[in-house]
């Protein structure tokens, strides 16, 4: 018997007289008067006391009957998954960091946002740990305004909130100064601004600004606080502390270059949570890193999957004891600190009878055909261009920089793209007429460094400037900008599309911070028509975008991949699981569900996609159902039967189809199911003619 907690309590009938009471056992419940204790208490509601009398025994009785149910396995509590998920994850985040507490918030099917979700939990958590006669520090950020905005407690006396940093003129609706007034509304506490800019213009200004009385007694006040509320951004440029403009005075080149992987309070550590030196130091006035680990209560609020690396690197270096996340984060940020056993906390594991033992000749390592491991890049790019020598050739002996044979040409838009190396046939299987014009190649799951994308721009270049497409992943954007940067020197006009198709590695509401993957096979094709075509560099880059923007792609993970340098497998996926969201370089799923069949898994994917893309009856896609390495095309044609009909079901035509190995992830087993919504533009595009090593359109 499985019984849920949530079951409600029900008014059970109670029997009065002593003849009904000696009745048998009802037929259903056998001869076992445990399985029918258990169901008057769990199924039907009723009272230990209602139950005594409704079976002829003491309530002592009952109450020994229900215990001994549970010691034998009669009964077994069941939480609900998703939210015993959560638990797990949390308990796991609190032990291995050595948190105060941590809250995780239950994975959802994205019906609400999950900045709302985290508000919503934050401010659950400042219920419980806002005392009376606090004096709480708040940094600024989207996060936080949402914890605000959704905490109301009543009944604290001689609370203070600090606004923890300096204020900006800025028009966003989380400034610094908006943030704290919030806080300080939600909880009828006094407010205490800090009346100065966040970043001045020169290290004097804030030496002296910092030397007035008014800005001396608010810092006291701030060097008073005992708790602590903060966000934490990524560095990938779509993060809040980006796009607000904050830091528009000083280029962040100057920090990714040295390995910045997050930011505290408007300060950047590194992935070890160390501060990272650079031009904003001595013109930032708010509270230091120094400051915030000498608060007692640091709360942190962060979510998404882009930003793991941001808030590792924050629990590495200390600065937060109290951790609200969610669980597909939370898991990330395991995984990525080398902790694997959370996922199999997360399984049922079968039990062993009889004690038996495992099965023997288990394998640790992966066959692989290789010959130097620390080699395996530049051999396989020399079989690539010696194999495709019609199509392709290295712009110098390195094979880093690839370029179309029959591509670049005078007067035409040249196409850049370029990633990591582990996805054959992406990315150099999409280089030749019609499509890119070259390609940067970088290691396994690693950017192309700046040097081959600069000698592709140049290559690519035919006087009417270059456009850069490639997916969105933090060494991608610092390098290709550091090389458009180097292009702008040399007189090439540069314009950029980063892909964000990945519709599982963050919410609707932050589009932009989503990775590009599978179906960066659409935006490539679309960007390359519209360069063959003739089109000038703002034509081809809004046809780029809008193809992105209309782009949606989900991957599900069934067997890891593993690199050849280890050929051991990059994480655990149990025997009976799967990753939906899965990511093309081994980053875990937003969730991890038990096995389902084609169609379960497709229906799942497909749902999302609709629930997105909002299609009409009569509209026109085109397909994309992409294997990661290992999955066959058996198994791709089941899944593209499964969007066929989905997809017939709702009137919708499919235009054009693809199956098989496009964007791959080394050998891992799982498919991704991209759809492009098409209009009249984007289907003209998609029918140009291109030839290439693994794409041909025909006229």
Same mark, same amino acid.
């Given at each position: 018997?499985? #019984?849920?907690?949530?079951?409600?309590?029900?008014?059970?009938s109670? =029997?009065?007289?002593?003849?009904?009471?000696s009745?048998?056992?009802?037929?259903?419940?056998?001869?076992?008067?445990?399985?029918?204790?258990?169901?008057?208490?769990?199924?039907?509601?009723m009272?230990?006391?209602?139950?005594?009398?409704?079976m002829?025994?003491?309530r002592?009785t009952?109450?020994?009957?229900?215990?001994?149910?549970?010691a034998?396995?009669i009964v077994?509590?069941?939480?609900?998954?998703?939210?015993?998920?959560?638990? /797990?994850?949390?308990?796991?985040?609190?032990?291995?960091?050595?948190?105060?507490?941590?809250?995780?918030?239950p994975?959802?099917?994205?019906?609400?946002?999950?900045?709302?979700?985290?508000?919503?939990?934050?401010?659950?958590?400042?219920?419980?740990l806002?005392?009376?006669?606090?004096?709480?520090?708040?940094?600024?950020?989207?996060?936080?305004?949402?914890?605000?905005?959704?905490?109301?407690?009543?009944?604290?006396?001689?609370v203070?909130?600090?606004?923890?940093?300096?204020?900006?003129?800025?028009?966003?609706?989380?400034?610094?100064?908006?943030?704290?007034?919030?806080?300080?509304?939600?909880?009828?506490?006094?407010?205490?601004?800090?009346?100065?800019?966040?970043i001045?213009s020169?290290?004097?200004?804030?030496?002296? $600004?910092?030397?007035?009385?008014?800005?001396?007694?608010?810092f006291?006040?701030?060097?008073h606080?005992?708790?602590?509320?903060?966000?934490i951004?990524?560095m990938?440029?779509?993060?809040?502390?980006?796009?607000?403009?904050?830091?528009?005075?000083?280029?962040?080149?100057?920090?990714?270059?040295?390995?910045?992987?997050?930011?505290?309070?408007?300060?950047?550590i590194?992935?070890?949570?160390r501060?990272?030196?650079?031009?904003?130091?001595?013109?930032?006035i708010?509270?230091?890193?120094d400051?915030l680990?000498?608060?007692? $209560?640091r709360?942190?609020?962060?979510?998404?999957f882009d930003?793991?690396?941001?808030?590792?690197?924050?629990?590495?270096?200390?600065?937060?004891?109290?951790?609200?996340?969610?669980?597909?984060?939370?898991?990330?940020i395991?995984?990525?600190?080398?902790?694997?056993?959370?996922?199999?906390?997360?399984?049922q =594991?079968?039990?062993v009878?009889?004690?038996t033992?495992?099965?023997?000749?288990f394998?640790?390592?992966?066959?692989?055909f290789?010959?130097?491991?620390d080699e395996?890049?530049?051999?396989?790019?020399?079989g690539?261009?010696?194999?495709?020598?019609?199509?392709?050739?290295?712009?110098?002996?390195?094979?880093?920089?690839?370029?179309?044979? /029959?591509?670049?040409r005078?007067?035409?838009?040249?196409?850049?793209?370029?990633?990591?190396?582990?996805?054959e046939?992406?990315?150099?299987?999409?280089?030749?007429?019609?499509?890119?014009?070259?390609?940067?190649?970088?290691?396994?799951?690693?950017?192309?460094?700046?040097g081959?994308?600069?000698?592709?721009?140049?290559?690519?270049?035919?006087?009417?400037?270059v456009?850069? #497409?490639?997916?969105?992943?933090?060494?991608?954007?610092?390098?290709?900008?550091?090389?458009a940067?180097?292009?702008?020197?040399?007189?090439?006009?540069?314009?950029?599309?980063?892909?964000?198709?990945?519709?599982?590695?963050?919410?609707?509401?932050d589009?932009?911070? =989503?990775?590009?993957?599978?179906?960066?096979?659409?935006?490539?094709k679309?960007?390359?028509?519209?360069c063959? =075509?003739?089109?000038?560099?703002?034509?081809?880059?809004?046809a780029?975008?809008?193809?992105?923007a209309?782009?949606?792609?989900?991957?599900?993970?069934?067997?890891?991949?593993?690199?050849?340098?280890?050929?051991r497998?990059n994480?655990?996926?149990?025997?009976?699981d799967?990753?939906?969201?899965?990511?093309?370089?081994?980053?875990?799923g937003?969730?991890?569900?038990?096995?389902?069949?084609?169609?379960?898994?497709t229906?799942?994917?497909?749902?999302?996609?609709?629930?997105?893309?909002?299609?009409?009856?009569?509209?026109?896609?085109?397909?994309?159902?992409?294997?990661?390495?290992?999955?066959?095309?058996?198994e791709?044609?089941?899944?593209?039967?499964?969007?066929?009909?989905?997809?017939?079901?709702?009137?919708?035509?499919?235009?054009?189809?693809?199956?098989?190995?496009?964007?791959?992830?080394?050998?891992?087993?799982g498919?991704?199911?991209?759809?492009?919504h098409l209009?009249q533009?984007?289907?003209?595009?998609?029918?140009?003619?291109?030839d290439t090593?693994?794409?041909?359109?025909?006229?």
């Amino acid at each position: 018997m499985t #019984v849920k907690t949530s079951s409600a309590r029900k008014n059970g009938s109670v =029997r009065n007289s002593a003849d009904d009471a000696s009745e048998p056992i009802p037929l259903r419940f056998g001869d076992d008067p445990y399985v029918w204790a258990c169901w008057l208490y769990y199924e039907d509601g009723m009272t230990q006391g209602d139950i005594a009398e409704t079976m002829g025994i003491s309530r002592a009785t009952v109450n020994s009957y229900l215990a001994d149910a549970r010691a034998r396995g009669i009964v077994n509590i069941s939480i609900e998954p998703s939210r015993l998920s959560s638990l /797990t994850i949390a308990q796991e985040l609190k032990r291995h960091f050595g948190l105060q507490d941590c809250l995780v918030v239950p994975s959802d099917d994205n019906t609400r946002p999950l900045i709302d979700r985290l508000g919503r939990a934050g401010a659950q958590a400042l219920q419980r740990l806002l005392k009376s006669g606090d004096t709480l520090a708040v940094v600024w950020g989207r996060t936080v305004m949402a914890v605000g905005e959704q905490t109301s407690i009543t009944g604290l006396q001689d609370v203070t909130v600090v606004q923890a940093t300096g204020g900006t003129s800025a028009t966003f609706a989380y400034t610094p100064e908006l943030c704290a007034a919030a806080f300080a509304d939600a909880v009828d506490a006094r407010l205490i601004n800090i009346a100065a800019p966040a970043i001045v213009s020169a290290p004097d200004v804030r030496n002296i $600004l910092l030397r007035e009385p008014l800005i001396e007694s608010q810092f006291e006040a701030l060097s008073h606080a005992n708790k602590v509320i903060f966000g934490i951004a990524s560095m990938r440029p779509n993060s809040t502390i980006h796009t607000s403009g904050f830091f528009e005075s000083v280029s962040l080149q100057q920090y990714l270059a040295k390995d910045a992987a997050g930011i505290v309070a408007g300060r950047f550590i590194d992935g070890q949570g160390r501060p990272v030196a650079g031009p904003l130091d001595d013109r930032t006035i708010g509270i230091s890193l120094d400051m915030l680990k000498k608060i007692g $209560l640091r709360i942190a609020v962060a979510g998404g999957f882009d930003k793991v690396p941001a808030i590792l690197a924050a629990l590495r270096g200390g600065y937060v004891n109290v951790l609200i996340t969610d669980a597909a984060t939370g898991r990330g940020i395991l995984h990525a600190d080398g902790v694997t056993e959370v996922d199999q906390k997360l399984l049922q =594991r079968p039990r062993v009878e009889n004690g038996t033992p495992p099965a023997t000749g288990f394998r640790t390592h992966i066959k692989k055909f290789l010959n130097n491991p620390d080699e395996v890049v530049e051999e396989m790019l020399y079989g690539a261009v010696k194999a495709h020598a019609a199509y392709l050739e290295p712009v110098d002996s390195s094979h880093r920089a690839l370029v179309a044979r /029959t591509g670049p040409r005078a007067g035409k838009v040249g196409l850049v793209i370029g990633g990591g190396t582990g996805h054959e046939p992406a990315f150099f299987g999409y280089v030749g007429k019609g499509l890119a014009d070259a390609v940067a190649v970088g290691n396994i799951f690693s950017s192309p460094p700046p040097g081959p994308i600069l000698e592709c721009t140049r290559a690519a270049s035919g006087g009417e400037g270059v456009l850069f #497409v490639y997916g969105n992943y933090a060494g991608d954007v610092m390098n290709f900008e550091m090389a458009a940067e180097m292009a702008a020197e040399e007189n090439i006009a540069v314009r950029t599309v980063v892909t964000t198709d990945d519709i599982a590695s963050s919410p609707l509401e932050d589009r932009e911070g =989503r990775r590009g993957v599978a179906g960066n096979f659409f935006i490539f094709k679309v960007a390359g028509a519209a360069c063959d =075509r003739g089109l000038s560099l703002v034509a081809c880059e809004t046809a780029t975008r809008k193809a992105n923007a209309r782009t949606f792609t989900m991957g599900v993970a069934l067997e890891p991949c593993s690199l050849p340098q280890t050929r051991r497998h990059n994480f655990e996926i149990g025997p009976d699981d799967i990753e939906i969201g899965m990511g093309i370089h081994g980053e875990p799923g937003v969730i991890r569900e038990k096995m389902m069949t084609a169609d379960e898994i497709t229906d799942r994917v497909m749902d999302r996609i609709f629930a997105e893309m909002k299609p009409a009856s009569g509209d026109r896609v085109a397909v994309l159902v992409n294997s990661f390495g290992a999955t066959p095309l058996m198994e791709l044609y089941i899944l593209f039967r499964r969007v066929e009909q989905r997809l017939s079901a709702k009137g919708i035509v499919i235009e054009a189809n693809w199956v098989g190995h496009y964007c791959t992830s080394l050998d891992m087993v799982g498919a991704s199911i991209s759809i492009l919504h098409l209009d009249q533009e984007l289907t003209e595009l998609l029918h140009h003619p291109c030839d290439t090593a693994f794409l041909r359109v025909a006229n």
